[in-house]
């Protein structure tokens, strides 16, 4: 099982990026798809989640501003971030759960919104 991010750079405030997360060699079908991110210091939390129906949840400080979607036939998953913000500077990491098993974490991608 792979999973390969990519997106992650430097910005200024104010900026975009998008992430991209794809999955391969998992077995079942993948039922939902996440980011997640970690600053320095801080622990790894939920940014947001789509499920198969398309289903979507996002942490507060992002409403608005972060749209996750993604590619079910090619098993990615894409986190659109505008109007970023120094607070958004973190680590961020893909997380997949298939329907069978445990689920799969990717290597993190670094994000650096400067002011």
């Known amino acids: 099982v792979q999973l390969q991010a990519s997106g992650g750079g430097l910005v200024q405030a104010g900026g975009s990026l998008r992430l991209s997360c794809a999955a391969s060699g998992i077995a079942f079908s993948i039922n939902v798809m996440a980011w997640y991110r970690q600053a320095p210091g801080k622990q790894r939390d939920l940014v947001a989640s789509i499920t198969s129906g398309g289903s979507t949840v996002y942490e507060d400080s992002v409403k608005g501003r972060f749209t996750i979607s993604r590619d079910s036939a090619k098993n990615t998953v894409y986190l659109h971030m505008n109007n970023l913000k120094p607070g958004d500077t973190a680590v961020y990491y893909c997380?997949?759960?298939?329907?069978?098993?445990?689920?799969?974490w990717g290597e993190g991608t670094l994000v650096t919104v400067s002011s």
């Open positions: 997380k997949v759960n298939p329907l069978l098993g445990a689920a799969y």
